[in-house]
């Protein structure tokens, strides 16, 4: 407490201190009642030093396993195909979003927005009347990408006849999906409809998707995803929410494939302007990539490493390596960043978006360090970002060998977040996001930054802890 | 003089301390004795403080001028042309090599082999026998690029059939010239000869020229280079010897419309192959750029600003604003670099080549803090990359307003070398440099980073006194 405060409490110009809920100060002001808030978080939980699990395993050496296998899977973008014909388990009925599981009642806008607006792409509804009246009738099911081996940035809609790439870890022999990339404004997957959207949308299903697919189908090694990312790291990109080198590094990738197998010149140029008009077009390989990197360490025993962060709009939901089929789920936050013009943090909705798979595989804001230039886009200063790497160091369970930041003297980026590490330091994991309007229909508003909240991984230490360190009580 | 070398004088096992010339050291050492070399400059000469010139003009008025005009200069490329029929004053018995004047019988190896192999390239010979005979029959004239608006890498080689990019500063109604990059290694610029070097140069001529001038024939506003080189320094290069996120940039700013005015397809895509392959081809772009905002500067009275720094291979020369015909040369200096697997620092030439016009115009090696991966490819560390930049704002006559560097929170870059400053601070300017072999015919052994000589920035600070800052003495 500054001496200024004390003055002013002994003077009464301030007559209350508020610690915590906010809703408590301003209802004191709108009594007239002079508040200061204090900057205060309620003590955490001691939490017991877990070292063994009850069958002998180091947990240790379970984290360094899991981190081992994210180290050593490769990330090779080998083809594209419908969601339909690619995606396990996906079917013409079933709507596949972002974050932990969600039922339509709990949505929030902007993903109800996409999924209306997915209806309406796929035919299945012909105006948004119709494609909410669908979407809660039952009819339908919603389930995460991540039950099916997908990510999707902010809403993370896939219906079945949207174009995915295919990305193949072949050392574990897994392969993950991802849509294509729209662009930023007025985009499905930041909930917005309309004519303008659809009529993307069926561009990159008719002319993008076929055009990239052939050259794809060319290159006989396919695209080396983790190297491009690698070298973007190297080229100030966190390849979160700055992917400006490597989008770069793609077109310069596929460029001459693209022309080589191409139908129509035409195509091929408006095919390269579109990626080239979209520095974001990486994202979503980059979250590809991360994922089929994280899908090699799920189902370590004994580790207590993050394999999934993702966030539904209402939600956000973590899983751990050792058990990989449960989340532990807490309020998604809110987002701290910077507006388009017209927009301002009422519009925001609370953090979004399966792209946490980033921070997660040992880049996105983990590696920000790397990208001091996306201060401009999600806020905050060069120092900040810095700092920010230098503090996930706290969190995870090492470095990465081959995602190397040059400012730190070509240090790795630190991978593999540790939930003890996370309950024994309080420091929770950096995320750098993208910001959607509440409402649906209306698409992006902004860019930001925050951190992940403390309770679902609070509730995943202690679920790890009763699984898998406690003895069972014996029925005698 | 640290306390084991007191001692080891006090027990004779060293005999001799050398200051200054290391022949002295080395001839002692051919002798049996026991030399200990130190570290040691001779004192610098005190200069006097120059602020005004005998005609009343502030230098520090002259010198933001010079500095406004660079920083108020555009660097479009607008389109391409074969050297004879663009850069003046050129002519098929013309050859412009790099750096300041310097006849055939002082010209470096790498300089002597990049004129022969010009020489076999355009015709004028059939082999190296004859391409040496003619070169020193005085039938033909060499005159640096700088004499022509031009600037070219390493040996700088310009001859008449070449193509070049045209760069228009149409703020102050200039043009300047670059031929294209042919990659590394055994390429013209570092010296080397063979037909592998002149086929590339007739393709380059053939197909990559026209391919490439087609389109920007066909682009309405040319490309903005400038606008590029502020881009890529918040990408990891410094636009001189870490080129990658320029060279990503122009591919995305040319491709779709290299597609649409193709004449073959696989030409196109062998373009794109070729310039991809070489994240070196933005140099020539970024050295021209330079160049056309430099030559803004020239001719502004009472400033001492360089607008020139160039190497010969032979020579390093300056040039000021205030006189912008007339030379200061100083011996070139040895790099200290990285070098290519089996040659070492006995086969490295002296430092050579216009590419210094980076540094110059404000980047290169002066923005280094925003490259710290090009440690990778030109030795010292990430730490020594920002410690250089900060030490060039000592000598630098402001920041610049386009060009800024992330991690230092988006500080502009060190721009106008004032020889003043050079002077009274004792610091030197950084450069990043490739290295060529000593022999002709041989080609790049390397990449690394020295200081530019003082004697050169001594006699110009003399030079301008002299001229504009002494009264002349009076007949009587």
């Known amino acids: 407490m500054t001496d200024k405060l004390l003055k002013d409490l002994f003077d009464q110009k301030v007559q209350v201190l508020n610690l915590g809920l906010d809703s408590m100060a301003a209802a004191l002001e709108q009594q007239g009642t002079v508040v200061e808030r204090l900057d205060w978080q309620p003590p955490r939980k001691i939490m017991p030093n877990l070292m063994w699990t009850k069958d002998g395993i180091s947990i240790d050496d379970a984290n360094r396993e899991a981190c081992k296998r994210i180290v050593d899977s490769g990330a090779v973008l080998v083809g594209m195909g419908l969601a339909r014909d690619m995606i396990p388990g996906m079917r013409a009925d079933l709507i596949l979003h972002a974050g932990p599981p969600v039922t339509w009642e709990r949505m929030c806008g902007p993903t109800r927005g996409a999924i209306m607006g997915a209806l309406i792409y796929e035919g299945l509804a012909r105006d948004e009347k119709e494609a909410e009246a669908l979407a809660s009738s039952g009819d339908l099911q919603f389930e995460p990408c991540h039950h099916h081996q997908t990510v999707g940035p902010m809403a993370g809609i896939v219906s079945a006849s949207m174009p995915v790439f295919i990305m193949e870890n072949a050392a574990f022999g897994v392969r993950s999906y991802a849509t294509l990339n729209e662009g930023l404004g007025k985009v499905l997957r930041y909930g917005a409809m309309g004519e303008e959207v659809y009529a993307r949308l069926h561009w990159m299903r008719d002319v993008l998707y076929p055009t990239l697919a052939r050259a794809l189908d060319a290159l006989p090694h396919g695209i080396d995803i983790k190297s491009l990312i690698a070298q973007a790291l190297h080229m100030g990109d966190e390849c979160h929410n700055r992917n400006r080198a490597g989008t770069s590094l793609f077109l310069r990738a596929i460029s001459p494939t693209l022309v080589r197998t191409q139908r129509a010149a035409e195509d091929t140029a408006r095919v390269i302007e579109f990626i080239n008009g979209n520095d974001h077009f990486f994202l979503n390989l980059s979250m590809a990539a991360g994922k089929a990197t994280l899908l090699a360490a799920e189902g370590v025993a004994g580790s207590t490493v993050l394999t999934t962060m993702a966030r539904n ?70 120092e900040m970002a810095l700092h920010t790497t230098l503090e996930m160091y706290e969190i995870t369970q090492t470095e990465h060998r081959d995602f190397t930041i040059p400012a730190l003297g070509f240090r790795g980026t630190p991978l593999g977040i540790d939930v003890r590490r996370v309950m024994e330091s309080g420091i929770l994991p950096q995320i750098n996001t993208g910001i959607a309007h509440r409402l649906p229909g209306i698409g992006m508003v902004g860019a930001g930054i925050l951190r992940a909240p403390q309770t679902c991984f609070e509730e995943a230490f202690t679920a790890f802890q009763k699984n898998f360190c406690e003895e069972k009580e014996k029925n005698t």
Chains 1, 2 share one sequence.
């Open 313 to 382: 709009g209402t939600d956000f939901g973590i899983r751990l390596a050792s058990m990989p089929g449960e989340w532990f789920t807490a309020p998604a936050g809110e987002v701290k960043g910077l507006y388009l013009p017209g927009f301002s943090e009422k519009d925001a909705n609370p953090d979004i978006g399966d792209s946490t798979v980033t921070e997660t595989a040992g880049f996105g804001g983990f590696a920000m360090a790397a990208a001091p230039a996306i201060t401009q886009f999600v806020g905050g200063s060069p």
